[in-house]
């Protein structure tokens, strides 16, 4: 059974910083890889979609690596702003259509 | 920019109830799926639909849960007979494709169900 585990469960930074966040799945047979954005109480946006045959994806300040082999993917956030401030989730889709969510990291990003 | 509708925003029962929660996928999307997220929890996966029929559903998708495509628009939720344990946000999403690979997951903003 797929396991997704975000590391770290939290975290705080000042404004200006650069970042990563970390995702680690335990079955590495998975189409694609998706980040997502969730702000409190709202839906899932979804910030990158990286297909399994794709070693990177970026997006403006984000951008998304995927060690498929090894399980790993990793989001970076260039130069943070207060308006990042959210949780970010990552999601693997190991069964055909099956989304298998982490349970995400939460993000302050303080002015 | 298309996006996923889902209402209610927020939905109060009473245990026992029937609750029917409905989604408006985007348009030209061919697959839907309904997930939810209890409080402080992963978001899980409940059931994924393509053709008019379940394509996949999880341990969770019991026989209290329903899923139907009445009209070319709509795709809804059914509970027949609300737990406690129902309490969550239930999210909507679909995708433009049938295919693993490309498969990118677009969520509506969800409805709060509240079992009391």
């Known amino acids: 059974k797929q396991e997704v585990t975000q590391i770290p469960a939290a975290l705080s930074v000042p404004e200006g910083e650069n970042l990563v966040l970390n995702c680690s799945f335990t079955d590495s047979a998975i189409y694609n890889l998706q980040w997502f954005r969730q702000d409190p109480g709202k839906g899932l946006t979804s910030l990158l979609l990286i297909q399994s045959s794709q070693r990177e994806q970026t997006s403006g300040r984000l951008n998304a690596s995927l060690d498929k082999s090894s399980g790993r993917s990793t989001l970076y956030i260039a130069a943070s702003q207060p308006g990042d401030s959210a949780t970010y989730l990552c999601a693997v889709t190991s069964g055909y259509s099956t989304l298998t969510f982490g349970k995400g990291t939460m993000l302050l990003v303080s002015p | 920019e298309p996006e996923v509708t889902q209402t209610p925003s927020h939905q109060v029962t009473q245990m026992g109830q029937e609750v029917i929660l409905r989604c408006v996928p985007i348009s030209n999307h061919l697959y839907f799926y309904w997930y939810r997220q209890i409080l402080g929890q992963k978001v899980e996966f409940l059931v994924s639909f393509y053709n008019n029929e379940i394509s996949e559903k999880s341990e969770i998708f019991d026989d209290q849960f329903s899923v139907e495509r009445p009209d070319g628009s709509n795709f809804t939720l059914k509970i027949r007979s609300t737990k406690l344990e129902d309490s969550a946000m239930y999210f909507c999403?679909?995708?433009?494709?049938?295919?693993?690979?490309?498969?990118?997951?677009?969520f509506g903003p969800g409805t709060r169900l509240t079992v009391l």
């Open positions: 999403a679909s995708s433009p494709t049938a295919s693993g690979s490309y498969n990118e997951q677009f």
